[in-house]
């Protein structure tokens, strides 16, 4: 089946998302007008500073960073067309969704540490969760395909090549979690996020 890979009526939601990474990058490591620390995710100041469950995906601690995360972003819209995508908002409301998803089952790690009286304290930023939350979605989806998705038609089918590619990055990826500076429990809660939401 040939894929054409010009920019499509859905394309739009890849632009915005990748507009708003690059803008928050501008404002706070080029221009610094913008504190980071203010917006990336502290577990012990969601409940006072609710609005880190989002703007923690749109900040990066690096050029790299960002730049990793957009070629993820890239990768998945490959997939998404190779899965036959028919719908102008999934991406969009895929990220809000996963948002909140992502950081409920930190908030459920975080539970079960604390009963054993372990209280991490970290910050994370970046939008490589979403990223792995997407990866596990797909994989699920090359396997089986998806018609709906919260019950609006998304039209995915079953793909062989995205599930050989899929199950690489995958695992590559998961190799390069264990790295130091790298969310590992991130890049988990984001795939265990996407699987769950291929379920429902």
Known sequence: MAINNSISKYDWQYIVTGFFLIS????????GVIDKE????????????PHRIFTSILIHADLNHLLSNLGGIIITRYFLIRLGIESRFF???FVFICSFLNFFIIWVYEKILSFFKI??????L???GIIYALFGFLLLTSFYGKK????KEIGFKSNY???KMSKTICLIGLIFSFLPGVSLLG??????????????
Do not use: M, W
Not at 187 to 200: D, E, M, R, V
């Open 24 to 31: 928050f990058f501008i404002f706070t490591d080029l221009i």
């Open 187 to 200: 890049h988990l809660s984001g795939f265990i996020a996407g699987c769950f939401l291929f379920l429902i």
């Open 38 to 49: 203010y917006f990336c995710f502290v577990p012990r100041l969601i409940s006072d500073q």
């Open 91 to 93: 991406y969009l409301k």
């Open 148 to 151: 709906y998705f919260l019950g």
């Open 119 to 124: 209280f991490p304290n970290y910050a994370a």
């Open 126 to 128: 970046g939008f490589s």
């Open 161 to 163: 090549e995205v599930q």
